[in-house]
């Protein structure tokens, strides 16, 4: 056999400290390698800070300030979306629960910032296709998925052509049903591909750590500017809901406060309905109802105790806002979704855990209800008293009735009860998801739907089931659950719009990842010296 050659004292010692098995030369090839892409990327967002700079110099003269700011933010948003598409993914998550807030406080309600968050997801989506065909891997990452999703796409495609394209030629010369159609059919599933985008990202175990702790943080920064906007309301530094009659009793933008959009706050009516950081009250109740998920899976299943302690602080936060907001649905979904948790993750028998986090919970909400009595029972009343005059159950099947008596087997056209299409012509308000999908798709287009939703949510289930790491199961039980809940949740369409339309797609793709991650080596957070030390002998 032949000798090897030998290693130097340096270059073993390097090897050593490090873990690696590379030689020297190796390593130092690797840090040049490191070194000229950081300045390739200096190089190009330097470029693209330029390019964006001119734009907006160009789009002072004919749109404004308003205009140049969002022509800048824009142009400056998709250069550097393409160029870094995993980042791009990141910037996209943190972006979009402040996205209502950037719009009305910075934009002035320009359309250019409400398109900012697209304008991060298209092009990384672009780079992550681009990904995968280099390194030839399929787009669809559960061959579950694969005929659900092209029947319910080529469906969509024949009442696209046949029942928009029909309203386009035949109905008033005002609508524009073929572009109605479109964004119709983008707002259905236009954040499908969230998939195997969230999969591609999770490369190791650490990446949905790392996810799960950002999302933590995201939830605790939002909730705090929610507590102020409700503090400045409560003191008078905001007006609030200002008006007579019907107006008091209804969101609007001219009563903005600090964050947000539109709000509703009449403490002499009895009415309260924060929008938090979102565009309307209703957007962050279901900010909330998500995030009572994703702060429960920190709080339970991090490896660290420090962000366990953080995941509780944003648990605690969603519950104490989904009490202070006046959203009716957050108040009774986020205590029911975490007591789902609690069964389906297997935590409410593990009472080593449950029974410290949940004293702590409890304690604090308990001292928080008993300083504002007053608080707590008005929004209880408000809840019941909605519930008694309708209840959901009767609301749902109502909503069915109305749709099925005059549905068509194609249905009325995409986007003909999307909200962001009314301006392209005549939509039907439908406050029920599933009875929405009938109305604009038919029957057979919500069957479609259901099989699609049901075929992600079984390949989830399938694969947390597969996981051996405790943390990263707990995690995906957690995630699961999340995808079950609203996949057959009909109550409103939180599948219509963010967070929730986010939130579901890509999630889904990190559930489905958890497998793969599973069979990689454990994580070591700390070093034993003892160890270490015995490795260098």
């Known amino acids: 056999m032949p000798k090897s050659k030998p290693k130097s004292k340096h270059s073993s010692k390097s090897a050593s400290q490090d873990g690696s098995t590379l030689s020297l030369k190796e390593q130092l090839a690797q840090k040049r390698k ?89 092009p990384a989506l672009i780079g992550v296709v681009q990904y995968c065909k280099q390194q030839k891997l399929p787009l669809v990452v559960a061959k579950s998925l694969t005929t659900p999703f092209a029947l319910m796409f080529a469906y969509c495609i024949l009442v696209l052509l046949f029942v928009n394209g029909t309203q386009q030629f035949t109905g008033p010369p005002t609508e524009k049903p073929i572009v109605m159609g479109i964004l119709g059919l983008k707002v259905l599933i236009g954040y499908v591909p969230l998939i195997p985008c969230a999969y591609y990202l999770m490369r190791k175990k650490q990446d949905v750590y790392w996810l799960m702790r950002m999302t933590a943080i995201l939830v605790i920064i939002c909730c705090g500017l929610a507590f102020l906007q409700y503090m400045f309301l409560k003191t008078g530094r905001c007006a609030g809901t200002v008006g007579s009659g019907a107006a008091l009793f209804k ?77 009716r649905i957050a108040l009774m979904l986020v205590p029911a979704v975490i007591v789902l948790q609690l069964v389906t993750t297997g935590q409410v028998a593990n009472l080593k855990r449950f ?65 962001s299409a009314r301006a392209l012509g005549k939509t039907e308000l439908i406050e029920t ?58 109550y409103y369409y939180p599948l219509d719009v963010d967070p929730v339309a986010v939130y579901y797609w890509f999630f889904a793709g990190v559930v489905l990842r958890l497998p793969y991650l599973d069979q990689q080596e454990p994580i070591v957070e700390e070093v034993d010296p003892k160890k270490k030390k015995k490795k260098r002998r």
């Open 433 to 490: 998801y599933y009875p929405k999908v009938m109305f604009e798709i038919g029957p057979i287009g919500a069957l479609l739907f259901l099989g699609v939703v049901t075929s992600l949510t079984f390949a989830c289930f399938k694969a947390y089931r597969q996981v051996r790491d405790r943390n990263l199961r707990g995690y995906g039980a957690s995630l699961w659950t999340f995808v079950l809940f609203i996949s057959y949740n009909t």
């Open 34 to 122: 490191a070194a000229q892409a950081r300045k390739e990327a200096i190089g190009f967002i330097s470029m693209a800070s330029m390019a964006a700079i001119m734009a907006g110099m160009i789009l002072a003269i004919v749109a404004g300030v308003k205009g140049a700011i969002g022509g800048f933010v824009a142009i400056l948003a998709l250069l550097l979306s393409f160029k870094f598409p995993w980042q791009a993914l990141y910037a996209f998550l943190i972006y979009m629960p402040f996205g209502g807030t950037i719009t009305y406080a910075v934009g002035g309600d320009n359309p250019l910032f409400q398109l900012a968050k697209d304008g991060m997801f298209l």
């Open 251 to 327: 969101a609007s933008l001219s009563a903005r406060c600090l964050v947000g959009g539109s709000l509703l706050y009449s403490e002499e009516q009895g009415v309260i309905r924060l929008p938090g950081t979102f565009v309307a009250p209703w957007q962050w109740g279901w900010f909330l109802i998500s995030s009572a998920f994703f702060s429960f899976a920190v709080t339970f299943f991090d490896r660290n105790l420090i962000w366990k302690v953080i995941g509780g602080v944003a648990l605690l936060g969603t519950m104490i806002m989904a009490v202070l907001c006046g959203q």
């Open 355 to 419: 029974i410290p986090i949940g004293i702590g919970v409890a304690l604090v909400l308990m001292i928080a209800m008993a300083s504002n009595p007053e608080v707590a029972q008005e929004r209880w009343e408000s809840a019941v008293g909605r519930w008694n005059a309708s209840p959901p159950d009767a609301f749902i099947a109502q909503q069915f009735g109305n749709v099925s008596k005059g549905a068509t087997l194609l249905g009325a056209g995409l986007g003909r009860a999307t909200n």
